[in-house]
């Protein structure tokens, strides 16, 4: 195929495939990360999460959130359908995003629940929280990263998925650049203070993070960086000072 007819067979891709999306939300990400990994063009509509538009209502009825990736017209949502929607529709390209062998397939969704259901919930209480709370979600979330960490060193692959990026990594893929935000918020940016994930404590899952994050299809659609961290910011000030004021409101009844 001469370049005139690669560039009008992408043109005419990315009139087929569309993606709704927010700049900040990793589950976007993951599915910018995985078009990208089976190098698909499309069209990127950013949407304002304050005052959704009538398009995301319209494709996504149901839980009217992103990501939703709209191929021919027709809409699917959730960031773990589309991400094996994108594997299966493009299969021809590219590496396989979930592994083809039926039992490792398993293993693959099941550490992406781990994901959803066992880590975040600690991580997230750790970075909003203060005091006492504070701690034990640190300890809690230290506890499953630990579970990770084996995971990766017993395998002595460089990834979850193997030798390159697969479904659980990008699965995984927010403990790659959020942790590292968290502890600066957490800590006060000046490099002291506990630290969720060392070289020392868990060396295959930092070097995880390093390497995904500089894998061909990730580095070159990471989040702004210098916006990201003053949110995240901003999301743990409006959580303390709500869990503060609840404080105060218990002491005076």
Not at 78 to 105: C, K, M, T
Not at 107 to 128: H, N, V
Not at 158 to 164: A, Q, R, S, T, V
Request: net charge neutral; hydrophobic share 40%.
């Amino acid at each position: 195929m001469d370049h005139h007819l690669e560039q009008q067979a992408a043109e005419s891709e990315k009139k087929a495939v569309k993606l709704l999306g927010m700049w900040a939300s990793p589950y976007v990400l993951q599915v910018r990360w995985a078009l990208a990994m089976k190098g698909v063009e499309y069209e990127y509509v950013e949407e304002d999460l304050r005052s959704k538009s009538a398009q995301l209502l319209a494709y996504n009825p149901v839980h009217k959130k992103v990501p939703v990736l709209v191929y021919h017209g027709r809409p699917i949502a959730e960031s773990q359908v589309i991400l094996e929607f994108i594997d299966d529709a493009w299969n021809h390209r590219g590496d396989p995003i979930l592994p083809r062998d039926p039992y490792r397939r398993a293993m693959a969704r099941f550490w992406a629940r781990f994901k959803q259901d066992k880590l975040s919930p600690p991580i997230w209480r750790w970075f909003t929280t203060e005091g006492e709370e504070q701690e034990a979600a640190y300890e809690a979330a230290v506890e499953q990263l630990l579970v990770l960490e084996k995971e990766l060193a017993v395998s002595g692959k460089p990834f979850f998925g193997g030798e390159k990026v697969g479904f659980v990594d990008l699965s995984l893929s927010p403990l790659a650049y959020v942790i590292p935000i968290y502890e600066e918020i957490v800590t006060g940016g000046g490099g002291g203070g506990v630290k969720m994930v060392t070289e020392e404590k868990m060396p295959s899952l930092a070097a995880w993070m390093g390497r995904f994050l500089s894998s061909p299809a990730v580095r070159g659609h990471l989040p702004p960086l210098e916006k990201l961290r003053p949110r995240c910011q901003a999301m743990r000030e409006a959580f303390l000072v709500s869990a503060r004021a609840k404080v105060e409101q218990q002491q005076q009844q």
